[in-house]
């Protein structure tokens, strides 16, 4: 194979980890209902089965990263995928609800290896920032295509076979990946392997599972009880401790310093609040089309297939903007466009139009579409090479915290309206168009000169550090 060909083989392999990331996010969405009644979940039980998932992606995405880093990027990658694929076969012949929650995080330990590698591998593949924008472009249009196939294919899966087979899919692919990427994928490494950093991994995994618990179980215990209190109080306080622990470590699980790059923390927030959006809105689509409207898994599938379809045609279309007059222009009208998307679906209700349902979720699905190039292309973008795995991870755990969140504060808006789902609905809704809104606002100041002078100085001290002078650009 030639040297040109083998970086697109390269990116094709990594984005096949990324497909079947992707397509577990919208199969198990449209397989909610289906698990709801065969093995009698809860609302939060259902909120569980999907933020088990990404709670221990975002807890694990940046020790993965660091991991990668040190021991070798094609090692954990493979090391990933086969986790996952495993994870996704005991999914499959989960028994209850409890067991299936278990094996989602064991699917999500896998993942971890996954998709910060991956971008860390091509960031370390494609060094011309042009080519490397258009990759990303790529990459976020793998996103659309998981995204599109996922509905519809979860839809066929789950009327035609039953809930377990949605995790079937990612059986065949994962091990493809495996031994694909034994043949095409060159090891890599970081020049300099820095230390794990137990003290900081405890601390996230305590203040992220404190604050999701916090918010799922709210609307059980209240609000203002003990309970909830304690747990908001213990997730703020091993916050805080974290950055106390970053500060006084030389070699940090996240180095605060990554923060001082404006457009580095822009990407990271505007991250959380793209995902969080998103994970919102297929938790709220799901139980509105199945349970409010009673369409069945198919029917559901093939309606919101649209907003994945224009993910799919805009993420390459962003990463050429990206790649040609940078980040903001897509950034801004993502955000935007996002929020039209959710204050559309918040004024919708039970007797909605199919036309208006699928005018809605295109116009979302184009927002979420020009988001995904310009957080990854930025969150590696001025960072010495050395930290591209660190730095990827960063930005996918904002993503996952985002997932997560989004997940747990429209569950728990809605939790206990079954009986008046569309107005508890409005409010949820409204929620994720104030998240579109947060990422245009985030776009403009995270994309100025200020900013990037921000970007110059932080990127210099790190290599100051590190003494690494090679960055990516």
């Given at each position: 194979m030639s040297t040109q060909s083998r970086p697109n083989v390269t990116l094709a392999i990594c984005c096949m980890s990324l497909f079947i990331v992707g397509i577990d996010?919208?199969?198990?969405?449209?397989?909610?209902?289906?698990?709801?009644?065969d093995l009698h979940a809860t609302i939060s039980s259902l909120q569980w089965t999907v933020d088990a998932y990404t709670l221990v992606l975002a807890c694990l995405l940046m020790l993965s990263g660091s991991v990668?880093?040190?021991f070798g990027?094609?090692?954990?990658?493979?090391?990933?995928?086969?986790?996952?694929?495993?994870?996704s076969l005991l999914c499959s012949v989960a028994p209850s609800v409890g067991w299936l929650i278990a094996f989602r995080a064991l699917q999500a330990i896998g993942g971890s290896m996954l998709n910060p590698v991956a971008l860390s591998i091509i960031a370390n593949t494609f060094t011309d920032p042009k080519e490397r924008a258009k990759a990303m472009g790529i990459w976020g249009g793998v996103v659309g295509l998981s995204l599109a196939l996922g509905p519809v294919l979860g839809g066929v899966l789950v009327t035609g076979v039953g809930w377990q087979s949605v995790?079937?899919?990612?059986?065949?692919?994962?091990?493809?990946?495996?031994a694909l990427t034994q043949r095409f994928v060159p090891e890599s490494k970081a020049p300099h392997a820095r230390r794990l950093d137990p003290p900081a991994q405890v601390l996230i995994v305590l203040s992220l599972a404190t604050l999701v618990y916090a918010i799922i179980d709210g609307p059980h215990r209240g609000w203002t009880s003990a309970t909830t209190l304690t747990l908001f109080a213990i997730a703020a306080l091993a916050a805080?401790?974290?950055?106390?622990?970053?500060?006084?470590?030389?070699?940090?699980?996240?180095?605060?310093?990554?923060?001082?790059?404006?457009?580095?923390?822009?990407?990271?927030?505007?991250?959380?609040?793209?995902?969080?959006?998103?994970?919102?809105?297929l938790f709220l689509n799901t139980l509105y089309l199945q349970d409010v409207r009673g369409y069945s898994p198919l029917h559901a599938g093939l309606i919101t297939a649209p907003m994945a379809l224009m993910t799919l045609v805009f993420a390459p279309l962003s990463g050429r903007m990206v790649a040609?007059?940078?980040?903001?222009?897509?950034?801004?009208?993502?955000?935007?466009?996002?929020?039209?998307?959710?204050?559309?679906?918040a004024r919708l209700g039970l007797r909605a139009s199919d036309t208006a349902l699928l005018l809605s979720y295109s116009v979302f699905g184009i927002g979420f579409g020009l988001v995904n190039a310009p957080i990854s292309n930025t969150a590696v973008s001025g960072m010495p090479r050395e930290?591209?795995?660190?730095?990827?991870a960063v930005a996918s755990t904002g993503r996952q915290i985002g997932a997560s969140l989004g997940v747990a504060v429209t569950g728990s808006l809605v939790a206990?309206?079954?009986?008046?789902?569309?107005?508890?609905?409005?409010?949820?809704?409204?929620?994720?168009?104030?998240?579109g809104v947060a990422v245009f606002l985030l776009g403009v100041v995270s994309t100025g000169k200020w900013a990037l002078r921000t970007a110059e100085r932080t990127a210099t001290q790190l290599e100051i550090e590190s003494g690494e002078v090679t960055r990516v650009q």
């Amino acid at each position: 194979m030639s040297t040109q060909s083998r970086p697109n083989v390269t990116l094709a392999i990594c984005c096949m980890s990324l497909f079947i990331v992707g397509i577990d996010v919208t199969i198990v969405n449209v397989a909610l209902p289906s698990i709801q009644h065969d093995l009698h979940a809860t609302i939060s039980s259902l909120q569980w089965t999907v933020d088990a998932y990404t709670l221990v992606l975002a807890c694990l995405l940046m020790l993965s990263g660091s991991v990668a880093d040190r021991f070798g990027r094609r090692r954990i990658f493979q090391i990933g995928l086969a986790i996952f694929s495993l994870g996704s076969l005991l999914c499959s012949v989960a028994p209850s609800v409890g067991w299936l929650i278990a094996f989602r995080a064991l699917q999500a330990i896998g993942g971890s290896m996954l998709n910060p590698v991956a971008l860390s591998i091509i960031a370390n593949t494609f060094t011309d920032p042009k080519e490397r924008a258009k990759a990303m472009g790529i990459w976020g249009g793998v996103v659309g295509l998981s995204l599109a196939l996922g509905p519809v294919l979860g839809g066929v899966l789950v009327t035609g076979v039953g809930w377990q087979s949605v995790f079937w899919i990612n059986i065949p692919i994962g091990i493809a990946a495996i031994a694909l990427t034994q043949r095409f994928v060159p090891e890599s490494k970081a020049p300099h392997a820095r230390r794990l950093d137990p003290p900081a991994q405890v601390l996230i995994v305590l203040s992220l599972a404190t604050l999701v618990y916090a918010i799922i179980d709210g609307p059980h215990r209240g609000w203002t009880s003990a309970t909830t209190l304690t747990l908001f109080a213990i997730a703020a306080l091993a916050a805080v401790a974290f950055v106390l622990v970053e500060r006084r470590r030389i070699e940090p699980l996240l180095d605060i310093h990554f923060f001082h790059s404006a457009p580095f923390s822009g990407a990271t927030a505007i991250a959380l609040f793209a995902f969080a959006a998103l994970g919102g809105f297929l938790f709220l689509n799901t139980l509105y089309l199945q349970d409010v409207r009673g369409y069945s898994p198919l029917h559901a599938g093939l309606i919101t297939a649209p907003m994945a379809l224009m993910t799919l045609v805009f993420a390459p279309l962003s990463g050429r903007m990206v790649a040609s007059r940078g980040p903001r222009l897509p950034l801004t009208l993502a955000g935007l466009i996002m929020a039209a998307g959710a204050l559309l679906l918040a004024r919708l209700g039970l007797r909605a139009s199919d036309t208006a349902l699928l005018l809605s979720y295109s116009v979302f699905g184009i927002g979420f579409g020009l988001v995904n190039a310009p957080i990854s292309n930025t969150a590696v973008s001025g960072m010495p090479r050395e930290r591209a795995g660190v730095a990827g991870a960063v930005a996918s755990t904002g993503r996952q915290i985002g997932a997560s969140l989004g997940v747990a504060v429209t569950g728990s808006l809605v939790a206990g309206a079954t009986t008046n789902f569309i107005a508890a609905s409005h409010t949820a809704w409204d929620v994720i168009a104030g998240c579109g809104v947060a990422v245009f606002l985030l776009g403009v100041v995270s994309t100025g000169k200020w900013a990037l002078r921000t970007a110059e100085r932080t990127a210099t001290q790190l290599e100051i550090e590190s003494g690494e002078v090679t960055r990516v650009q």
